[in-house]
């Protein structure tokens, strides 16, 4: 079966601080890889996904940026974090071979909060 | 820009009463429709999926419809448990996934 694992849990950083956050998927080959923020009192927001190895598609326009080194691998950085990068981060993954078109399925998530 | 709507935000009900969790959207163009459990803190656990040719979906205690020509869906679970207490959010697939603000649930003891 196949699992969805993010790392850290929880983080506290200082504004202008770097940011690394990592995915990983464990079970499947090939998955689409997409990274969401959930911050308080909005819906999930689309930051990044990615097709394959190296190819990265962003959604919104911002100081974070994402790369997928490995086919299971996806990473969401920042050079220097502001105040309103504070939110709760998540992973997804799919199938891109499923017939369930995009079905997607989450990771436990990181609380990040910037002070 | 599809545009998702829950309502209501918030629902509180006794045990065991049957709970109704309404979801709406704007463009009927999708593939399908995904409804998510999310605990406080956690990540969000997918619940039920439902393809755009379907009209309903089941899994035990919950069943899910789709009217994809009124832009609707409806989250039905029977026999609440509080152990159903969470948040329940809907998303609505095109191209990508568009989130509703969910629907939070306590359901008393």
């Known amino acids: 079966s196949q699992t969805i694992h993010q790392w850290p849990a929880t983080l506290v950083q200082p504004v202008g601080s770097p940011l690394s956050l990592e995915c990983t998927v464990e079970?499947?080959?090939?998955?689409?890889l997409y990274w969401y923020r959930q911050a308080a009192g909005r819906g999930l927001q689309l930051l990044f996904y990615?097709?394959?190895?190296?190819?990265i598609s962003s959604e919104v326009p911002q100081n974070l940026s994402a790369s997928r080194p490995q086919d299971r691998q996806f990473i969401l950085s920042s050079k220097k974090l502001l105040l309103s990068d504070s939110g709760f981060y998540l992973c997804?993954?799919?199938?891109?071979?499923?017939?369930?078109?995009?079905?997607?399925?989450f990771g436990p998530g990181t609380r990040l909060t910037v002070l | 820009k599809q545009e998702v709507t829950q309502i209501p935000a918030a629902l509180s009900v006794p045990e065991g009463e049957n709970l109704v969790l309404n979801c709406s959207f704007t463009d009927s163009a999708i593939y399908n429709l995904q409804w998510f459990r999310q605990d406080p803190g956690k990540g969000l656990t997918s619940l039920l999926l439902i393809q755009s040719s379907q009209r309903e979906q089941t899994s035990g205690r919950l069943n899910a419809s789709l009217d994809k020509s009124s832009g609707r869906s409806t989250l039905y679970i029977a026999a609440s448990q509080p152990g159903d207490s969470a948040t329940y959010l809907c998303a609505v697939n095109d191209y990508k996934l568009s989130f509703g603000a969910g629907t939070t649930v306590t359901v008393r003891a």
């Open positions: 990615s097709v394959g190895i190296g190819q």
């Open positions: 079970g499947t080959s090939n998955p689409n």
């Open positions: 997804a993954w799919s199938d891109p071979s499923s017939e369930a078109y995009n079905e997607q399925f």
